[in-house]
């Protein structure tokens, strides 16, 4: 199969006009037209999705927007947060393809160089990173990870905060100059609109991780290529009814990111 049907899971709940940045990230990634790319907000959920607190409300409302995916007629799933939330949980109960931005971009670098950094907005996000590094076993090829103090915000993105690309691009050069990476990777989707600025100022690799996970996914589709449902096994018993429930009623609560 050389195209298909995406869907697109942004884990925090948000009006079309701030869906419509987010989908900026795909004519950024250089596409052909024969891959259709579907982004769907989740209806509640953590408002930055930055600790152990607010991580399993993300992970239940990831897998409730994704749960139909293969009913509602899509061929493969990325999740738009390099918290790679909610990925696991959906692998374990769909056959199609599920792609996180974090384990992605992570396991690029390490194909394109030895040694990778991660440039970031907000030092809040570095536990997620290390999670994520920690469960794939590549601490040794992890640089760093540098921040640039600065609050993100998950739904205008970097519409306005063109001033911090200088201070991203500096940061990436530490990474290299005085931490030891080859590689640099966004530390987030949100700031897909910096990629443009730095890729062509920096002597190394740059990865975005939104768009190369379209990449991978259009590579799958071209490999006929899926998860290992060895390696993500199902649940004995779903309960999808109560998940689906449980997310409608944290709804009333949902905050804006």
């Given at each position: 199969?050389?195209?298909?049907k995406v869907?697109?899971?942004?884990?925090?709940?948000?009006e079309?006009?701030?869906?419509?940045?987010?989908?900026?990230?795909?004519?950024?990634?250089?596409?052909?037209?024969?891959?259709?790319?579907?982004?769907?907000?989740?209806?509640?959920?953590?408002?930055?999705?930055?600790?152990?607190?607010?991580?399993?409300?993300?992970?239940?409302?990831?897998?409730?927007?994704?749960?139909?995916?293969?009913?509602?007629?899509?061929?493969?799933?990325?999740?738009?947060?390099?918290?790679?939330?909610?990925?696991?949980?959906?692998?374990?109960?769909?056959?199609?393809?599920?792609?996180?931005?974090?384990?992605t971009?992570?396991?690029?670098?390490?194909?394109?160089?030895?040694?990778?950094?991660?440039?970031?907005?907000?030092?809040?996000?570095?536990?997620?990173?290390?999670?994520?590094?920690?469960?794939?076993?590549?601490?040794?090829?992890?640089?760093?990870?540098?921040?640039?103090?600065?609050?993100?915000?998950?739904r205008?993105?970097?519409a306005?905060?063109?001033d911090?690309?200088p201070?991203?691009?500096?940061?990436?050069?530490l990474?290299?100059?005085e931490?030891?990476?080859?590689?640099?990777?966004?530390?987030?989707?949100?700031?897909?609109?910096?990629?443009?600025?730095l890729?062509?100022?920096?002597?190394v690799?740059?990865?975005?991780?939104?768009?190369?996970?379209?990449?991978?996914?259009?590579?799958?589709?071209?490999?006929?290529?899926?998860?290992?449902?060895?390696?993500?096994?199902?649940?004995?018993?779903?309960?999808?009814?109560?998940?689906?429930?449980?997310?409608?009623?944290?709804a009333?609560?949902?905050?804006?990111?």
């Open positions: 199969m050389e195209n298909g869907l697109v899971i942004v884990p925090f709940p948000m079309e006009e701030h869906l419509a940045l987010r989908r900026e990230q795909h004519a950024s990634g250089g596409l052909g037209v024969r891959i259709e790319f579907d982004y769907r907000p989740v209806k509640t959920g953590g408002r930055n999705l930055i600790s152990p607190y607010e991580w399993p409300i993300g992970e239940t409302a990831v897998l409730e927007t994704g749960l139909s995916a293969t009913e509602d007629g899509y061929d493969a799933v990325c999740v738009d947060t390099t918290g790679d939330t909610g990925v696991a949980a959906l692998r374990s109960v769909l056959d199609i393809p599920v792609i996180g931005a974090a384990r971009s992570f396991l690029m670098a390490m194909l394109l160089g030895d040694k990778f950094s991660i440039i970031a907005m907000w030092d809040r996000w570095n536990d997620a990173y290390r999670r994520t590094v920690d469960e794939l076993g590549i601490g040794h090829k992890f640089a760093s990870v540098r921040d640039i103090g600065a609050t993100p915000d998950n205008s993105l970097m306005g905060k063109e911090a690309f201070e991203l691009e500096e940061a990436a050069r990474c290299v100059e931490d030891g990476a080859d590689v640099i990777c966004l530390g987030s989707t949100t700031m897909h609109k910096a990629h443009e600025y890729k062509d100022r920096l002597e690799p740059l990865i975005d991780p939104g768009p190369l996970t379209y990449r991978i996914v259009q590579a799958l589709f071209g490999l006929g290529l899926s998860h290992s449902r060895q390696a993500y096994r199902g649940p004995v018993t779903r309960v999808d009814d109560m998940i689906v429930a449980m997310v409608a009623n944290g009333a609560f949902a905050t804006e990111p």
